[in-house]
Nanobody
């Protein structure tokens, strides 16, 4: 079964840091862009950061300079280092990836990991 498994969410005080991880597993041949999205209560899901297979990154304006996305292609894993966290960063964070697997081209979503930033 091809899937994404996230970890690393939790509760942190404003100004603190967290590191999210997302590992793709299953019979995967290649992974294109890997993304982190977030969804706060009552709000639409938004793209936080993206990274291509060659390492080109893109960030939402709200997290530029504070968040860093990276990936380990050998481990099929993407990370999101979040520094200087603010209460408005509180949300469920989701990993997303488009993969080429034995079963074909798939768009995968992780189960979500909660991040709560207290003021």
């Amino acid at each position: 079964q091809v899937q994404l498994l996230e970890s690393g969410g939790g509760l942190v005080q404003a100004g603190g840091s967290l590191r999210l991880s997302c590992a793709a597993s299953g019979n995967i041949f290649s992974i294109n862009t890997m993304n982190w999205y977030r969804q706060a209560p009552g709000k639409q899901r938004e793209l936080v950061a993206a990274i291509t297979s060659s390492g080109v990154t893109n960030y939402a304006d709200s997290v530029k300079g504070r968040f860093t996305i990276s990936r380990d292609n050998a481990k099929n894993t993407v990370y999101l280092q979040m520094n200087s966290l603010k209460p408005e960063d509180t949300a469920d964070y989701y990993c997303n990836a488009r993969v080429l697997a034995r079963s074909g081209r798939l768009e995968l979503w992780g189960q979500g990991t909660p991040v709560t930033v207290s003021s």
